[in-house]
């Protein structure tokens, strides 16, 4: 009897075991339980719409083979230090009138016309491909969409977090 018993609770800790494996996000999906984007290259996780997960797959794997240093064309730089202060806001090179990211509009800008192929200069990118899968682009999308700010999402959410809630006028003013 005392046998039975004990194996029957080893039973039961082997399922409860093979059960708690299989929850949560697995491998291979993100945090809200989609499969990853494929493509991207070297960087660590999901790729996700902000710019340190998009400058890790994206622009440091596969754009800076091209866009750094001296002879980086259009004198556009991805380069950790320098995307975020070339792209948002920035008139492109080819065609000045379109921004290379214009926050909030994603079709309007020049880096989205040129990774999906329809500017209307030069050639898609990255220059003679393979290029990036829909997938990996509307996460860029996502972020220009989300109004292309250089903190990541996580980083806002706890700032804001952070902020005391304002409880009168003459408070809130004190604070700044
Ligand atoms: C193999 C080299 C190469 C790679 C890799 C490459 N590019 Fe380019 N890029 C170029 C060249 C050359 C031009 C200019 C000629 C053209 O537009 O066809 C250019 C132009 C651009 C422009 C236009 C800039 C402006 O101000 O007019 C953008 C935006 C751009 N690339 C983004 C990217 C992004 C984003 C990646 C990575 C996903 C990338 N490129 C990868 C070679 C490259």
């Given at each position: ?50 710019l ?7 622009f440091?794997?596969?754009c800076?083979?091209?866009h750094?240093?001296?002879?980086a064309p259009q004198g556009l730089h991805l380069?950790?230090?320098n995307a975020y202060t070339m792209l948002v806001g920035v008139p492109s090179n080819e065609v000045s009138s379109v921004l290379r990211v214009k926050p909030?509009d994603p079709d309007n800008s020049y880096i989205i016309q040129k990774l999906?192929?329809?500017a209307?200069v030069g050639?898609?990118m ?14 860029i999308?996502?972020w220009i969409?989300?109004?292309a ?28």
């Amino acid at each position: 009897m005392g046998v039975y018993l004990s194996l029957r609770v080893a039973s039961l800790a082997a399922l409860l075991a093979l059960a708690s494996c299989g929850g949560g996000s697995g491998d291979g999906l993100d945090s809200n339980g989609r499969p990853l984007p494929p493509g991207g290259g070297s960087g660590d996780g999901a790729l996700t719409p902000d710019l340190a997960s998009i400058q890790s797959h994206v622009f440091t794997p596969i754009c800076t083979a091209c866009h750094a240093g001296g002879s980086a064309p259009q004198g556009l730089h991805l380069d950790e230090a320098n995307a975020y202060t070339m792209l948002v806001g920035v008139p492109s090179n080819e065609v000045s009138s379109v921004l290379r990211v214009k926050p909030g509009d994603p079709d309007n800008s020049y880096i989205i016309q040129k990774l999906e192929g329809h500017a209307a200069v030069g050639a898609r990118m990255p220059f003679g491909g393979p290029y990036l899968d829909d997938a990996t682009i509307a996460v860029i999308r996502q972020w220009i969409t989300n109004g292309a700010h250089q903190a990541t999402a996580a980083t806002a959410v706890r700032s804001a977090a952070a902020t005391p809630p304002t409880v009168g006028v003459s408070r809130s003013e004190e604070g700044i």
